[in-house]
């Protein structure tokens, strides 16, 4: 009995798991894969640096726009002083 399974399984093991086709469309699915990451990877990447970009720039404009406030209410405050 055990020789009978072994043989099975060796005859299994010899057999290739998948033809040459299927070999070859696997490679060109992973070349469409890969080609359709790369563009995603892409997107995402220039979609971080446009949203970067816009919150540098709201940020500077906010500092600017509380420093200008700030420097009116000094001045203000200073000219009903004198």
């Not at 399984?9 to 290739?16: K, L, S, Y």
């Not at 040459?20 to 997107?43: H, R, Y």
């Not at 971080?48 to 919150?55: D, G, L, P, Q, R």
Request: hydrophobic residues 50%; negative net charge.
């Amino acid at each position: 009995m055990s020789d009978h399974a072994s043989h099975e399984t060796t005859a299994a093991a010899d057999a290739p798991l998948f033809s040459p086709a299927e070999v070859e469309q696997f490679a060109a699915d992973d070349v469409t894969a890969g080609g359709a990451i790369g563009k995603m990877l892409s997107a995402l990447f220039l979609y971080t640096v446009v949203a970067m970009s816009i919150a540098g720039w709201w940020t500077w404009s906010s500092i600017i726009a509380d420093k200008a406030a700030a420097n009116d209410l000094q001045h203000t405050e200073h000219d009903h002083k004198h």
